[in-house]
C-alpha cells in the first residue's frame, strides 16, 4: 500500500470499529430499562455515535499514518485521550479551565492506557488489510474474517456501558419512588417516606425528569446503611426540567432510598 492507500485504510477500520461500538456503548441501557427515563448528556446520544465514530476514523487514520507502528499507536492514543477529556468537559457544562486541565492531567495515564490497546488492534486490523492486498487479494475468506473480528470486538467493547444489575434495580426503584412521590403531591397526601428529607420536592419537582446512574455515593451527604464489600452502591440522580435536582442513594440487598436535595431551595 501508499501512504495515502495505508491512511484511507486506517480510516475505514475506525469507522467500522467505531460505529457498531458507539451505538451500543449509547443505546444499550436505554435499550435495557424500556420506559425509565435516563440522564442524556447534552450532546446527545445519536450526536455522540456520529461525532465519535469520526473520532474513531480520524484515530485510525493516525494509527496508519507511518509505516513504522509505534509512532502511529501512540499518536492515536494520545488523540484519544485529548478527545474524550474534551467530550467529558463539554458534556459536564463546568466552565473552569484550570480544574479541567488539572483533571486532565490526573486522568492522563489511565486514559492512555484504555487508547494504547485500541490503537494496537486497529493496527492489527489495518496489517491484515496491507497482508490481503499484497499477498491474497483474492482472498475472501481472510477478507470476512478481519471484518467479523472487527465488528466482534466493537460489540464486546461496547457491551461494557451495560449497567450491573445493581444499577439496574436501583435506577428501576428510583423512577417508581419519583412517580409515587409525585402522585402524592397532585393527591394532596403524604410523600413517601424517602421523599420526606427531600426539602422543596412538593413544590419545584415539576414537569418531565431523568435519572442519572453513578457510583460516587461518597458525594451525596446522607446517611446510609454500611455495605458489604464488594457490593455495588449507587447513586441516582433525579432533575427535573423545572431545574430542581435530588439525589437518592441506594444500597444492596435493603434497597431503601436514602435522598435529598441537591438544588438550593431557601
Not at 484515530?59 to 507502528?69: D, H, K, M, N
Not at 426540567?241 to 440487598?253: A, D, L, M, N, R
Request: aromatic residues 14%; charged residues 15%; neutral net charge.
Amino acid at each position: 500500500m501508499s501512504d495515502q492507500q495505508r491512511r484511507m485504510a486506517g480510516f475505514r477500520v475506525g469507522v467500522a470499529f467505531g460505529l457498531p461500538y458507539l451505538y451500543i456503548s449509547q443505546f444499550i441501557n436505554v435499550w435495557m430499562l424500556p420506559g425509565i427515563p435516563l440522564f442524556d448528556l447534552p450532546i446527545g446520544r445519536a450526536a455522540t455515535v456520529i461525532l465519535g465514530t469520526l473520532s474513531m476514523g480520524i484515530l485510525g487514520t493516525i494509527v496508519a499514518w507511518y509505516e513504522e507502528s509505534f509512532w502511529g499507536i501512540l499518536g492515536g492514543a494520545l488523540f484519544g485521550v485529548v478527545v474524550s477529556h474534551v467530550q467529558a468537559y463539554i458534556n459536564s457544562g463546568e466552565s473552569q479551565a484550570v480544574s479541567s486541565f488539572i483533571l486532565f492531567v490526573y486522568t492522563f495515564l489511565p486514559r492512555l492506557i484504555i487508547y494504547i490497546p485500541a490503537g494496537l488492534f486497529l493496527r492489527w486490523a489495518l496489517n491484515q488489510q496491507e497482508y490481503i492486498v499484497a499477498r491474497s487479494p483474492d482472498s475472501l475468506r481472510r477478507r470476512v474474517t478481519v471484518w467479523v473480528a472487527i465488528l466482534v470486538v466493537a460489540v464486546i467493547g461496547g457491551r461494557f456501558s451495560l449497567y450491573v444489575p445493581e444499577a439496574n434495580q436501583a435506577l428501576k426503584d428510583a423512577d417508581v419512588l419519583v412517580l409515587d412521590g409525585l402522585s402524592s403531591v397532585e393527591n394532596g397526601v403524604d410523600l413517601p417516606k424517602p421523599l420526606i428529607p427531600v426539602d422543596g420536592f412538593s413544590a419545584y419537582a415539576k414537569g418531565a425528569y431523568t435519572l442519572e446512574w453513578s457510583s460516587d455515593v461518597d458525594s451525596l451527604p446522607v446517611t446510609r446503611p454500611r455495605a458489604s464489600f464488594g457490593v455495588v452502591e449507587s447513586l441516582i440522580i433525579i432533575r427535573f426540567e423545572s431545574g430542581y435536582w435530588f439525589g437518592c442513594v441506594y444500597t444492596p440487598p435493603g434497597y431503601i432510598a436514602n435522598c435529598i436535595n441537591i438544588t438550593r431551595v431557601r
